[in-house]
């Protein structure tokens, strides 16, 4: 009868945690990952670990990309946030789709080759400077090159 | 009168070699046409001028000839006729570094740097001297932002250079964003090397931009080590450590000189097959054996893992400690410490916390010698470790 009893009670201990921890997980856990390619991220309670597909996101959570490397955070109401190379995001709620998917937010600096149009200082660079150091190394060199390949004949 | 006649021709090919030779070349035999700003002046121009075509009609395919010309002719201030020169010298000689030197400069003093870089990608692929100048140039242009379409085909191509490029220019200084698409780009591929690495993320956690700088280091990372990266990297000690970035980087000074050396090596009862060995020799300690910056986000933490001290003695052991890193990586007073480890005993578990303030950017974790005092530390016996792990409180 004893046993009965404390198994009895085992169980309902054990069913109570189960109830507790079920639903916390249930409740924080708002997102899932997608269209998993490459090194993606995720924190958890010892840092950074691969992110897999279907890897269900708890709020909080941050979700890194590597280079070459995407995926797609997906809300259980549906909406999707996209997450380029070398991006981070972390997973919230409370705001629209569409502000979320403004979210994830590049760590490294733009290429400059690519977004800067042509500044003063870009064109003194390129009009000045480059011209200077061109024609100072180029004197240096050739007057240092004893070692000729073409014949003056 | 037919000798006569080749005396007299005889003496006409000698003077034109004299002359030709002389234009060419200075008294040591070194190439003088172009670099010699001599030779350029006065009525000589005109007179080498001539001489230079007449080498080109007899020789179409003279490149050096052609350089010469279009020197002289840029001299006259004849631009179109110069540019018409220098681009015949390179189709005559493509990959001759003079060519290529002087028409890369010919085209970047226009301004035209998208037809001047694969020249000067070739120069300094295939000449080594030409590094030093060409890789100034390369990275004047790629700080400019522009021709980003010619930097683009360089990128895509990944020639040998580009590694050494990165390298150079980041130990010379340049601003680490500005290399960082070459780096990535090189990443992804699997083509950094260490040195770029190391360099561009030190550069980076010394200005204290640790986001990116622990960005561009899990970037440089093979796949498979991106599995467990933890806010402690490689806390088992199973991989070799690299030394950089945000890996373990183990003091590599003679042990005559630290006092100490490091391994991750086999040893019994530790979890996986590895574990770090600090061996103290007895003598004064110089430096920290171990240590690896991390890039922790404000909040608590524990510490924890595995130690094994065998007849630790001679000095009042070691500890784990983390210090914040600020500008120029400057270290602030200990942030956590854990107890020290010292004596003998078999492996025990030990655990510490730490808490990182909002202001604490970067942090170093590292194995430092207990001092007494301000005086020398000395220290003696082997310290393991294995299974370092950092978690969140939550």
Redesign the interface.
């Known amino acids: 009868m004893r046993i009965a009893a404390a198994l009895f009670l085992l169980a309902f201990q054990c069913a109570q945690v189960t109830a507790a921890a079920g639903p916390a997980a249930e409740t924080s856990a708002v997102a899932k990952l997608k269209d998993v390619k ?2 993606v ?1 995720v924190s958890k ?6 992110g897999t597909e279907g890897m269900r996101l708890a709020v909080g959570t941050r979700v ?1 990309t ?3 490397s995407h995926a797609q955070v997906v809300y259980d109401d549906g909406c999707h946030v996209s997450l380029e ?2 991006q981070r995001f972390q997973v919230e709620r409370g705001r629209t789709c569409e502000a979320l998917a403004l979210l994830p937010e590049s ?3 733009a ?6 149009s ?2 003063g ?2 064109l003194f ?3 000045v ?3 200077a ?3 100072v ?10 070692d ?6 | 009168m037919t000798r006569a006649w080749i005396a007299l021709a005889s003496a006409v090919l000698l003077w034109r070699a004299i002359a030709v030779n002389a234009l060419l070349y200075d008294e040591d035999g070194r190439p003088a046409v172009v670099a010699s700003p001599r030779a350029l002046e006065g009525n000589a121009r005109d007179a080498d001028r001539g001489v230079l075509e007449a080498i080109l009609r007899e020789n179409p395919a003279n490149a050096l000839a052609y350089l010469g010309l279009a020197s002289r002719l840029q001299a006259a201030g004849e631009a179109p006729r110069a540019a018409r020169a220098f681009a015949a010298a390179y189709e005559v000689a493509p990959t001759d570094r003079d060519v290529l030197v002087s028409v890369a400069g010919n085209l970047l003093a226009a301004g035209r740097t998208s037809e001047a870089l694969p020249l000067l990608g070739t120069a300094v692929e295939n000449y080594a001297d030409v590094r030093e100048w060409g890789f100034a140039v390369l990275a004047q242009v790629l700080s400019s932002g522009l021709d980003p379409k010619a930097w683009n085909a360089i990128v895509e191509r990944d020639p040998a250079w580009l590694g050494d490029f990165v390298r150079a220019s980041c130990r010379k200084g340049m601003d680490p964003a500005v290399l960082a698409p070459l780096f990535l780009r090189r990443a992804a591929k699997g083509a950094a090397s260490r040195e770029e690495t190391g360099c561009l993320v030190q550069r980076l956690r010394a200005s204290g931009r640790w986001d990116e700088a622990y960005q561009l280091w899990l970037d440089s990372l093979p796949r498979e080590r991106l599995a467990d990266v933890g806010f402690v990297f490689n806390g088992g000690f199973e991989f070799p450590a690299s030394g950089i970035g945000f890996d373990w980087i183990p003091d590599t000074s003679l042990e005559r000189d630290s006092g100490h050396g490091v391994e991750f090596s086999r040893t019994r009862g530790a979890t996986g097959e590895r574990a770090l060995r600090v061996a103290y020799t007895g003598k004064r300690q110089s430096g920290v054996p171990i240590a690896q910056y991390l890039s922790l986000p404000p909040g608590r933490y524990s510490l924890s893992g595995l130690a094994r001290p065998e007849r630790v003695s001679a000095g009042h052991g070691a500890r784990w400690t983390v210090r914040c890193v600020g500008p120029g990586e400057a270290l602030s007073e200990p942030v956590a410490a854990s107890d020290r480890f010292v004596g003998s005993s078999d492996w025990e578990r030990f655990a510490f916390d730490v808490a990182i303030a909002p202001g604490c950017r970067g942090q170093l974790l590292q194995l430092e010698p207990m001092a007494s005092g301000a005086g020398p530390v000395f220290l003696a016996g082997n310290l393991w470790f294995d299974n370092l792990v950092l978690e969140q409180y939550h």
Do not use: K, Y
Request: net charge negative.
């Open positions: 490459g090194g991220l309670t010892s840092g950074l670990a691969a890194i590597t280079s070459d190379p070398n760590i490294v600096p290429p400059a080759a690519v977004t800067a042509a500044t200082t870009q660079v390129q009009d400077m480059v011209p150091l061109a024609a190394g180029i004197a240096e060199l050739l007057r240092r090159h004893d000729r390949a073409v014949s003056p004949n």
